[in-house]
């Protein structure tokens, strides 16, 4: 059985073996994920090679229920305390 080895390239940054790409504002140079995004140039880059993007779920909007359907549902469950406190417990 053999190993599969990962060979990653150098950051020419930091100095750290991980997986760079070679940065658009100073060619020259590959770059890690960390070295990028923090890059004090960062704000002038006109296309970082490697971003953050993250995603947000929209927030549950409370579902509002009509007051036939509160009425309802309160005296369903009314009936469901009533019958188990005349259940005789063990």
């Known amino acids: 059985m053999s190993a599969l080895t990962i ?10 073996y991980r997986p760079v790409k070679q940065c658009t504002l100073f060619q020259n140079l590959l770059v890690d994920a960390v070295c990028c995004i923090s ?8 296309r970082p090679v490697w971003r953050v993007e993250a995603v947000l ?3 549950a909007q409370p579902r509002l229920a009509s007051p036939e359907e509160r009425r ?3 005296m369903e469950l009314l009936g469901k305390l009533s019958s188990e406190s005349r259940t005789p417990s063990a």
């Open 57 to 59: 779920e929209k927030p």
């Open 7 to 16: 060979y990653w390239e150098r950051c020419d940054v930091c100095g750290y």
């Open 72 to 74: 309802r549902l309160l």
């Open 39 to 46: 890059c004090p140039k960062r704000s002038e880059c006109p």
